[in-house]
């Protein structure tokens, strides 16, 4: 089940780089494309500059080989949003979750000319469920006698994660118990045996009494 999650997990991240890695080089392309004088292509920013705004000349890219289709400063404006679909997602607390999500991209426009990026989160993640899942269980109790049959009791949460959002609660018992000492006999117990019969007096004259004393 980890291994699924996991391969999942991977895939959306994937997915997600993809999906920047091309978003990028479409700025790019229009930036370069756009041929303006006074901006450029920063390949460390990984956005469109003027010179003044570049981090490293070397790093800053024009193409003013023909005369430029536009020459001022756009600022970038979000598409309207994909639909829904599946997928999941790690908050990196409780594990991956089954979401549906949904991306939306900074092109219309896509910011040229040193123009301001978009504001705002590009993906949108929502209705995550997440199934339940048990706990280690722990270890076994004391027993519940010292000699004799007795039993001894274990037990498991479903917090491993919590279901939420409509997720499976975990299936199967929180507790289990078996016997324990079935092997140690308990010791017989001693009784007092009924009294015995007087005995002579303890003195032949004066002050005296009978004994009597127990029989074991």
Request: charged share 25%; aromatic share 8%.
């Amino acid at each position: 089940m980890k291994r699924r999650n996991n391969n999942n997990k991977n895939n959306l991240s994937f997915e997600l780089k993809e999906w920047r890695r091309m978003r990028v080089s479409e700025e790019r392309k229009l930036c370069l494309e756009a041929r303006d004088p006074y901006c450029g292509w920063d390949f460390r920013q990984r956005r469109c500059t003027t010179l003044e705004e570049s981090s490293n000349m070397s790093q800053w890219k024009q193409n003013i080989t023909v005369c430029p289709l536009r020459n001022q400063t756009t600022n970038g404006g979000f598409g309207p949003w994909a639909p829904w679909q599946p997928c999941n997602n790690d908050d990196g607390v409780d594990g991956v979750s089954s979401c549906l999500c949904r991306s939306r991209s900074c092109d219309s426009p896509g910011p040229r000319c040193g123009g301001k990026n978009c504001e705002g989160s590009t993906i949108e993640v929502s209705n995550c469920s997440r199934n339940g899942g048990w706990t280690p269980w722990s270890s076994w109790g004391q027993c519940s006698t010292t000699c004799g049959t007795g039993f001894e009791l274990r037990q498991r949460s479903c917090n491993n994660p919590s279901p939420r959002h409509g997720g499976r609660v975990c299936v199967g018992p929180s507790r289990d118990e078996r016997f324990c000492n079935e092997g140690v006999s308990c010791p017989q117990p001693i009784f007092w045996a009924p009294w015995g019969s007087w005995t002579k007096c303890s003195t032949e004259c004066g002050g005296g009494r009978p004994l009597q004393g127990p029989q074991l």
